[in-house]
């Protein structure tokens, strides 16, 4: 009876805690009474507003295209370039104190430097997109590539397995947990950079839709803005977490066989 209850409440208690946040925003915003703060129930009303102006969608759905353009590429080339980093001291000892330097840079600090370069059109903010995923991506793939058995990669060798195709074949899907791991910061970070590009570089966005409405003082499209992201930036977590253990199955699998053979 109390592991049913430990399960509902496992189910339901995200949903409560969602809730009880809506509940403390709401009373707080009726107690301040500021003008730059609304009630939950006032955010909440513009929500089908929002979600049903083409406007928005369109502004939305250009964010999504952008955000997708630089995952894509941080991906063709920071997992290569990681699990080469990740095979080889020469390389890693030349590259690892330039990502050193660049890693703690704020990427949404480059947009105006890149803005001068490329103009405030797409290629801008999806080179930072690209900049601020393919770190993450890098140091994963990376620390994946070195960390992996090398019985694998002789045993490939032996079998007369070219250096390129060992990388993909072997380092790679040994690497992969760390990988997607990689992945999944780069996804959050690529979602915090979209919204500041598009803050800076403003012409179309999530993140322009979100400065118009500060910019003519219309807070609970604010608010109601900030809970869309929110909740998209939720839904991508969750979907990626779901494929990243339908990908991961197997390491899960032997780590807890290894669990169980130490006990």
């Known amino acids: 009876m109390r592991a049913g209850h430990y399960q509902l409440f496992g189910k339901l208690g995200p949903l409560l805690v969602v809730l009880t946040l809506l509940l403390m ?123 992996m058995d090398e019985k694998l990669l002789w045993s490939a060798a032996a079998m007369g397995m070219g250096a390129p195709t060992r990388l993909f074949k072997v380092v790679l899907p040994a690497a992969l947990p760390d990988v997607l791991l990689g992945c999944r910061v780069g996804l959050s970070m690529a979602l915090i950079v979209m919204i500041s590009s598009e803050m800076i570089a403003r012409q179309s966005g999530a993140g322009d839709l979100l400065f118009n409405a500060m910019d003519m003082a219309l807070y609970p499209d604010v608010y109601a803005m900030i809970l869309i992201l929110a909740t998209l930036g939720f839904l991508l977590d969750w979907l990626f977490e779901r494929l990243r253990r339908r990908l991961t199955h197997w390491a899960e699998s032997r780590q807890d066989s290894h669990s169980g053979a130490a006990s």
């Open 25 to 147: 925003w709401e009373m707080t915003a009726r107690w301040m009474q500021l003008d730059g703060f609304p009630t939950a129930g006032e955010a909440l009303r513009q929500l089908p507003v929002i979600l049903t102006d083409g406007q928005a969608l369109s502004g939305i759905g250009d964010s999504l295209r952008r955000m997708a353009c630089g995952i894509a590429l941080a991906l063709a080339f920071a997992v290569p370039v990681g699990l080469c980093m990740g095979r080889s001291e020469t390389l890693a000892r030349l590259l690892n104190p330039l990502l050193s330097v660049i890693y703690p840079i704020p990427k949404a600090a480059l947009m105006p430097m890149v803005m001068l370069w490329f103009g405030i059109g797409d290629l801008s903010k999806i080179l930072v997109i690209f900049l601020g995923v393919s770190l993450p991506l890098l140091f994963h793939s990376y620390h994946g590539a070195r960390g």
